[in-house]
């Protein structure tokens, strides 16, 4: 067979007028992708010095993304969509649903920015821990473990419902999920890598995550889970420093911290943009944290996390009195500020519906308000 | 013992970028950077000193010294007193890289009013990249250890 080496022409527009009209099966041929699709024909994106972005692809009409997609398909969006495409039953097709200014932008940095918990810890360097402090951490890192995969299920049970028109917040939300399988992981590792072993569960973690999981609407579902729930994890990663026995340790908790910072900011913008567009929703945004607050509270205050972290805290079981439970009350008072920051960040300012004691805590709204 | 860098000394903070750029392999392994964030160091007899950092890419691409009232324009900025700073500092010198509370993560952390170095900022997305970004910003501020050796 003679193969004819393709003559190189110029892009000039070409008529295509003599082209077969059925292919060699006899199947209609229209040709319609090569001289008629209704596409921004000629776009050509300026690439950076990194490569070649979402954002920087994000031009002419290809970067609108609309406010309510005319279809509900898989079809690319800017793509010249045949109005007899099958509905894929999606359900969140506003851009209030899902969207978030940073969305794009947040994609591009998890895919920078990802790291191995096999090859970039350095496991090997694992010291010899006194027991008490050994216990400690395969607690803190079982009851890790055990909620990081809720922030990979949300996302997986409700993308599928996302219209494909909103396509980089799907796109960010795969790299969350890969992200909580790194984190799911590295805690289960750390449990595993020094001789200890996975320790407690019990029904108040779980609590928390089947009050996320069952969230009615994906509002309120993003509220729980990326506002309270990973807002609540970050802070603890943020901890990491403090309550790391080893260098190692304090490794796998700051790269996990710069993840679960993404999460968070996806959505704190989510909300943030919901709310600007349709200030209804902030009231189905509020129902969902008075209920999620208490659950937060009574995971807080799980006796195996909440121990062993103020036993990390003090540096072992005979200061946990002095310093770690001390320690720790001031950690959680951080968090819960740093909650009701985040809620004001995000545009729905919590301070006077908030269901957390803020007397017990010791917060002060002023503190609140100047985070 | 060293004596103790001048914190408030620009070209500090420009050898630090050019450390940070001259040895990618301390960092790249973190990926890539997006972030402007500003530096205030404040003296109790006022004139406060202000550095802003621009990150691109792999690289950190500016240094440049700014009014402290400019720092809010940076996505964050990071606001102490100068022993606090100037004690970060010199863990860093002192240890290779910032040990115990004295990384920037930490100081932020437990920081609990303008006694510390806080994390502030006005803009929500902004705040964000003091975390999204943290590892970053720590490897460029220890390389202070590498470049007060090498002065
Ligand atoms: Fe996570
Ligand atoms: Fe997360």
Same mark, same amino acid.
């Given at each position: 067979m003679t193969v004819t080496e393709p003559v190189p022409t110029s892009r000039e527009h070409r008529s295509y007028d003599s082209l077969p009209s059925a292919s060699p099966l006899g199947a209609p041929l229209d040709w319609k992708w090569l001289k008629g699709a209704k596409s921004e024909w000629g776009v050509r994106p300026k690439i950076g010095p990194r490569g070649l972005t979402m954002l920087d692809i994000a031009t002419g009409s290809y970067g609108e993304v609309p406010e309510h997609p005319p279809h509900r398909s898989m079809a690319p969006r800017g793509a010249d969509v045949d109005p007899d495409t099958p509905d894929m039953g999606y359900i969140l097709n506003n851009k209030t649903d899902v969207w978030a200014e940073n969305v794009t932008e947040?994609?591009?940095?998890?895919?920078?920015?990802?790291?191995?918990?096999?090859?970039?810890?350095?496991?090997?360097?694992?010291?010899? !821990?006194?027991?008490?402090?050994?216990?400690?951490?395969?607690?803190?890192?079982?009851?890790?473990?055990?909620?990081?995969?809720?922030?990979?299920? !949300?996302?997986?049970?409700?993308?599928?419902?996302?219209?494909?028109?909103?396509?980089?917040?799907?796109?960010?939300?795969?790299?969350?999920?890969?992200?909580?399988?790194?984190?799911?992981?590295?805690?289960?590792?750390?449990?595993?890598?020094?001789?200890?072993?996975? !320790?407690?569960?019990?029904?108040?973690?779980?609590?928390?995550?089947?009050?996320? !999981?069952?969230?009615?609407?994906?509002?309120?579902?993003?509220?729980?889970?990326?506002?309270?729930?990973?807002?609540?994890?970050?802070?603890?990663?943020?901890?990491?420093?403090?309550?790391?026995?080893?260098?190692?340790?304090?490794?796998?908790?700051?790269?996990?911290?710069?993840?679960?910072?993404?999460?968070?900011?996806?959505?704190?913008?989510?909300?943030?943009?919901?709310?600007?567009?349709d200030p209804d929703i902030a009231e189905e945004i509020h129902e969902a944290l008075d209920h999620g607050e208490v659950v937060l509270t009574q995971f807080g205050t799980n006796q195996d996390f909440g121990s062993a972290l103020a036993v990390l805290l003090g540096g072992g079981v005979d200061f946990i009195e002095d310093r770690g439970f001390p320690l720790q009350a001031e950690m959680q008072r951080k968090q819960f500020t740093s909650y009701l920051a985040r809620c004001e960040r995000a545009g729905i300012s919590r301070l006077h519906r908030t269901k957390l004691p803020l007397d017990v805590l010791g917060i002060d709204p002023a503190t609140v308000l100047a985070n | 013992m060293t004596s103790k860098i001048d914190i408030t000394d620009l070209s500090l903070y420009r050898a630090m970028a050019e450390e940070l750029n001259a040895h990618p392999e301390t960092f790249t392994v973190l990926g890539e950077a997006d972030m402007v964030l500003a530096l205030v160091?404040?003296?109790?007899?006022?004139?406060?000193?202000?550095v802003r950092i621009r990150f691109?890419?792999?690289?950190?691409?500016?240094?440049?010294?700014?009014?402290?009232?400019?720092?809010?324009?940076?996505?964050?900025?990071?606001?102490?007193?100068?022993?606090?700073?100037?004690?970060?500092?010199?863990?860093?010198?002192?240890?290779?890289?910032?040990?115990?509370?004295?990384?920037?993560?930490?100081?932020?952390?437990?920081?609990?009013?303008?006694?510390?170095?806080?994390?502030?900022?006005?803009?929500?997305?902004?705040?964000?990249?003091?975390?999204?970004?943290?590892?970053?910003?720590?490897?460029?501020?220890?390389g202070a250890a590498r470049v007060a050796v090498t002065a």
């Open positions: 947040l994609y591009e940095e998890a895919v920078a920015r990802q790291w191995s918990a096999t090859r970039d810890i350095p496991w090997a360097e694992l010291p010899e !821990l006194p027991d008490d402090i050994e216990h400690a951490m395969c607690q803190v890192c079982t009851t890790l473990t055990e909620v990081e995969m809720i922030a990979a299920d !949300l996302p997986a049970k409700w993308m599928w419902r996302m219209n494909h028109d909103f396509l980089e917040a799907k796109m960010f939300l795969c790299t969350q999920i890969m992200d909580e399988a790194r984190h799911a992981e590295v805690f289960r590792k750390r449990a595993l890598a020094n001789g200890g072993g996975l !320790l407690m569960s019990r029904g108040s973690s779980e609590g928390l995550l089947r009050t996320i !999981l069952e969230a009615k609407t994906y509002h309120q579902a993003t509220a729980l889970m990326h506002l309270l729930g990973e807002g609540f994890i970050l802070d603890i990663f943020r901890m990491g420093e403090l309550i790391a026995p080893s260098p190692v340790e304090k490794r796998m908790f700051r790269m996990a911290m710069q993840d679960e910072a993404r999460h968070v900011a996806y959505g704190t913008m989510h909300i943030r943009y919901a709310i600007e567009h | 160091m404040r003296r109790d007899e006022g004139s406060d000193f202000a691109e890419g792999l690289r950190c691409e500016a240094v440049d010294e700014v009014d402290a009232s400019e720092a809010p324009l940076a996505d964050y900025f990071l606001d102490g007193p100068l022993a606090k700073w100037q004690a970060m500092f010199d863990d860093i010198v002192a240890n290779g890289a910032a040990s115990g509370r004295q990384t920037i993560n930490s100081l932020a952390l437990l920081a609990t009013n303008a006694g510390d170095v806080r994390l502030r900022g006005d803009d929500p997305m902004g705040v964000d990249k003091f975390s999204r970004f943290n590892q970053t910003l720590q490897e460029y501020l220890d």
